[in-house]
Structure formats: structure tokens, C-alpha cells
């Protein structure tokens, strides 16, 4: 067993700028001799995804348009990929999204439809990508999507978000139940706090940084090379035992409290 992943290609969804988590995914990945295919949502960020893909050496990755908001758009996506390259090994799912005045102030005054958009963009897309995204993985398979603790406990502020992770967490485990008879594998990690292009959505995240540093095991913050790096754990046979599986990758904050 190797952590080598030559020969084997995972599609990144959700990079948005060299800050964001699916970045530190796809250069961990990249590292490992991964080849790699990247999806953006908005037009707007499309220019970003190309720039960084571009940095990479090697042969030029597929940067395709995927707003998982779109069921077309999802499915010409993974046609696209089928038509150019046939058999992917995993999806490192990186997307959430919440109406920014909602993670801030009570959660009790939740609309219902920021409740839906953010339930449909940050959980139900995994069960649509990973839908559509099944019959790629013939070979067998890993998806690893992005969680965060206020999925399990109340963290002030993070609101609507972490009852969409709460939901995106069990997401994982009913697809791994479903699509382990095809050898495919769904865990998620849940990241400490990042400060990402999203993070800046959520209200007083300086002094949840601050709380991290001082109270995490670790006594420091986490970083998207950590996250990626367990990633490529996750995508590689190292962890072919495991799945259904949410691990932290906090400086060990969740045991706290
Ligand atoms: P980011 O802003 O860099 O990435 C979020 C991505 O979601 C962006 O690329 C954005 O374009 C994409 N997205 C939003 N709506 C979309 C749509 N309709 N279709 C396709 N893509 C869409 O921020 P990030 O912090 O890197 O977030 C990545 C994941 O990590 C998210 O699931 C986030 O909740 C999770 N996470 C972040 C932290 C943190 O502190 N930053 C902690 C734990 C988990």
C-alpha cells in the first residue's frame, strides 16, 4: 500500500482562490502524482480555478463549470468528464453555501428559504455529484466532502450552516451505506476553522480563531495542507478500510468542552 496515487484522477469541486480548502486538496493530491479536474460554480470564478490549475506542472487539468444548484449543468459536467476521460477515482467535494445575514444574530429567525438554499447547496449537492459521479468510479472509488463541528454541536453565529452540516454528515453516511457495494467510500472531514472566502461569511470568526489558538490541543490553528493532506489519506488505499467516517482535523479542538 502507497500513498502514490499516479495514474488515478479525482474531480476538486469548490475552489474559489488559493485560500480555499479545495486548494490545499488539490496540491496535496497533486503531490501525490494525482491528476486532477476542477469544477467552479459562478462564472466569476472561473478565471481563479484556471489561474491556479494553470500552476501546476504537468499536463493541463479540465476545469469544467459545475453550479450544483443546476441539475443540467451537473449532468453535462460528468458527460463531459466520461466523454474525456472515462474512470475517476474520488470527488473531494468542497461547496457550502448560506445567506451571509443568517449566520449571524439567532437561528431561530431562519427563513425557510435560506433553510433550502442552504440545504440544497451544502448537503443535497453531494448526493446529486455523488449520483452522478457513480458510474465513473468502476474501478471503485473515494468522495470526501468538508464538514465542520458546529455540525454537531452549537457554535454561535454558524447558524443555518450547522444544521446544514448536521445534515450533510448523515448525507455521508447513507451514500457510503448505499455505494460501498460498489467499492466506493464517502467520509468527511471536519476542518477546523480556515479563514477562507466563506469564513468571512461567518460573524466574529476572528475570535473563533483566537479560541482555537488558545484552548485546541495543538494551541494552533488548522491549515488547508492539513486538510488536504488527510484528504489524500481518504483518496488513497491506505484508508480502504474506512467509511462513513467524519474525522477531525481541528488541532484536536472537538474534545474539548
Ligand atoms: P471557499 O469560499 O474557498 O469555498 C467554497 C466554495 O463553494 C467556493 O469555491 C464556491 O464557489 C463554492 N460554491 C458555492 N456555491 C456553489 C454552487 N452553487 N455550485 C458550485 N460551487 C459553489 O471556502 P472554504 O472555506 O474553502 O469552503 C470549502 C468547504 O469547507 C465548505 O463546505 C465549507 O463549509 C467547509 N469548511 C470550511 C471551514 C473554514 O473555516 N473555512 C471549516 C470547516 C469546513
Redesign the pocket.
Known amino acids: 500500500m502507497t500513498f502514490s496515487l499516479k495514474g488515478k484522477t479525482f474531480i476538486i469541486?469548490?475552489?474559489?482562490?488559493k485560500?480555499?480548502?479545495?486548494w490545499g486538496v488539490a496540491r496535496s493530491l497533486h503531490g501525490a502524482g494525482a491528476k486532477l479536474i476542477f469544477t467552479?460554480?459562478?462564472d466569476r470564478?472561473e478565471r481563479s480555478v484556471r489561474e491556479l490549475a494553470g500552476t501546476l506542472e504537468g499536463e493541463p487539468s479540465l476545469v469544467l463549470q459545475?453550479?450544483?444548484?443546476n441539475d443540467e449543468q451537473i449532468t453535462a459536467c460528468f458527460a463531459k468528464i466520461k466523454e474525456d476521460v472515462g474512470l475517476i477515482h474520488g470527488i473531494a467535494h468542497?461547496?457550502?453555501?448560506a445567506n451571509k445575514d443568517e449566520l449571524d444574530g439567532e437561528f431561530v429567525d431562519t427563513t425557510r428559504e435560506g433553510f433550502l438554499l442552504a440545504h440544497n447547496?451544502?448537503s443535497f449537492s453531494l448526493t446529486a455529484v455523488a449520483k452522478a459521479a457513480k458510474d465513473l468510479m468502476a474501478e471503485g472509488g473515494s468522495i470526501v466532502t468538508?464538514?465542520?463541528l458546529g455540525g454537531e454541536r452549537v457554535m454561535p453565529n454558524y447558524n443555518i450552516?450547522g444544521v446544514a452540516k448536521a445534515s450533510l454528515e448523515a448525507n455521508v453516511r447513507y451514500l457510503a451505506y448505499d455505494l460501498g457495494k460498489y467499492g466506493i467510500r464517502v467520509n468527511s472531514i471536519s476542518?477546523?476553522?480556515?479563514r477562507?472566502?466563506?469564513?468571512k461569511g461567518v460573524s466574529d470568526f476572528n475570535s473563533i480563531l483566537r479560541k482555537i489558538e488558545e484552548e485546541a490541543p495543538l494551541k494552533r490553528t488548522t491549515t488547508p495542507e492539513e486538510v488536504g493532506d488527510t484528504a489524500t489519506f481518504l483518496f488513497s488505499d491506505m484508508s480502504r478500510g474506512i467509511t462513513g467516517e467524519n474525522i477531525h482535523v481541528d488541532s484536536g479542538y472537538h474534545i474539548m468542552g
Open positions: 469541486m469548490g475552489v474559489a482562490n485560500r480555499s480548502i479545495a467552479y460554480g459562478r470564478t459545475c453550479d450544483v444548484t468542497c461547496i457550502a453555501f447547496i451544502s468538508m464538514s465542520y450552516m476542518a477546523g476553522p480556515i477562507t472566502l466563506s469564513a
